[in-house]
């Protein structure tokens, strides 16, 4: 891992055993586990959910995925990447069974850490606002949703 941030949140909740969730960076490793987590979430795919996606972000960018272990279990997952420009937030996940924990809130809280350490001064988190609970999870987050901006996309 060449960023050595590891955060331990204390999650309160009655998941059973141990309430520690460790914040870690991922890594290429974890790959087929964030791809399993982002499918069993029931996300929305984007268009790089694949192997060389995440390939290419972790060569890119080693430090940009943030994941959530529960006992050796990934169970959430936020990309939160650094252009130079802005902060961006991505894909965050956390999965069904590991919900109202805490967890998400805790992959933003080191994602934010990391991006301001490396000069961030703005964050957008792009959001599937369909899902359920996400706009109300950002909003808690204290995040602002920007009425001025939309987004424009072309994939390839
Ligand atoms: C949205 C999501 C990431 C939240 O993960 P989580 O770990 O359960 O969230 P947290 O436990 O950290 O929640 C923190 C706070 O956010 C709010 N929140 C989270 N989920 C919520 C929901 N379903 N409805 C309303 N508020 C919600 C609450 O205020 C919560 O605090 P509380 O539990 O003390 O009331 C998770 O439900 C998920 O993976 N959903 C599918 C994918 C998705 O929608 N991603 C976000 C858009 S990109």
Request: glycine share 10%; proline share 2%.
């Amino acid at each position: 891992m060449a960023d050595a941030s590891i955060w331990v949140a204390d999650m309160s909740g009655g998941h059973g055993g141990s309430n520690k969730v460790v914040i870690r960076s991922g890594t290429a490793g974890d790959i087929g586990a964030i791809l399993g987590l982002w499918r069993d979430a029931e996300t929305k795919a984007s268009a790089t959910d694949d192997i060389a996606g995440l390939r290419t972000l972790f060569d890119r960018e080693p430090d940009a995925v943030l994941v959530a272990e529960d006992h050796g279990d990934v169970v959430g997952a936020l990309i939160a990447a650094f252009d130079g420009w802005r902060g961006n937030m991505y894909r965050l996940a956390v999965h069904p069974e590991h919900r109202r924990r805490g967890v998400a809130r805790a992959l933003v809280s080191a994602g934010v850490s990391r991006l301001r350490s490396r000069g961030a001064r703005r964050i957008t988190a792009l959001v599937a606002h369909e899902q359920a609970g996400a706009s109300d999870f950002w909003m808690n987050a204290c995040f602002e949703l920007d009425p001025r901006t939309t987004r424009f996309v072309k994939t390839f």
